[in-house]
């Protein structure tokens, strides 16, 4: 089983639509965990960081269920400017973070 | 946030050949990282650049092939010795903050390899 596993998409969604990504991972000692977003020929930029407690930071939601071991992130009203590959993301301690292989978007006028 | 350059931002090389990637900090940071992404695929930890000793790999990546430098805390190299076409992809320097009290990690612009 992968450490971190999510839907790769393509998600086609129109301009203001809500869209949800989910994400698993294995590792039950993981303790910080985030969403990265990456651009097409950029590097991975940190979204957001996920809290036990949710998270809100504008349009952007993201959720933590330690008990099933998955994180969510909730856009709503989508922009085109939105579109990119977000990536799910999972510490295990004082190690180097572990990346899924993303979930594309494409946000369409 | 920690601001990072990487030279070159992109190179052709020809099989056979080695080429070496460098990373610049702008502040010093205590771990510092190289990362892989090939097409399509999500990012793969190839070492942990360590200052002052030899770099920590990951399985299935060796110092022959991927030797590192790390000479101080705000610059390191990585060396893609020996390239074959499997070796074109994108490199990517990173490294940790801790910022608000959290680790957060950041990433380099990348450097865009092509082996013919």
């Known amino acids: 089983r992968k450490e971190v596993e999510q839907d790769p998409g393509p998600f086609n969604v129109p301009e203001g639509a809500t869209v949800a990504f989910n994400c698993t991972y294995s590792?039950?000692?993981?303790?910080?965990f985030f969403w990265y977003r990456q651009d097409c020929r950029k590097e991975p930029k940190l979204l957001m960081s996920v809290y036990s407690s949710g998270n809100e930071d504008g349009r952007f939601t993201a959720q933590l269920n330690r008990a099933s071991q998955y994180i969510s992130l909730l856009i709503r009203d989508s922009k085109l400017s939105d579109s990119a590959t977000y990536l799910c993301?999972?510490?295990?301690?004082?190690?180097?973070?572990?990346f899924g292989k993303g979930t594309r978007l494409s946000v369409i006028a | 946030s920690a601001v990072i350059s990487q030279k070159p931002s992109r190179d052709i090389c020809q099989r056979g050949t080695s080429l070496t990637i460098q990373c610049q900090v702008d502040?010093?940071?205590?771990?510092m990282f190289w990362y892989r992404q090939q097409p399509g695929q999500s990012l793969t930890l190839i070492a942990t650049?360590?200052?002052?000793?030899?770099?920590?790999?990951e399985s299935g990546f060796v110092i022959d092939k991927f030797p590192i430098s790390r000479p101080n805390l705000t610059f390191s190299t990585l060396t893609v010795s020996n390239m074959s076409p499997e070796d074109s992809s994108i490199y990517l320097c990173s490294v940790w903050e801790r910022e608000g009290g959290a680790d957060t990690q950041y990433f380099g612009p990348g450097t865009r390899l092509t082996v013919l």
């Open positions: 590792n039950s000692a993981s303790q910080s």
């Open positions: 502040s010093q940071v205590t771990m």
């Open positions: 650049a360590n200052q002052g000793s030899e770099a920590t790999y």
């Open positions: 993301v999972v510490n295990s301690g004082n190690t180097p973070l572990v």
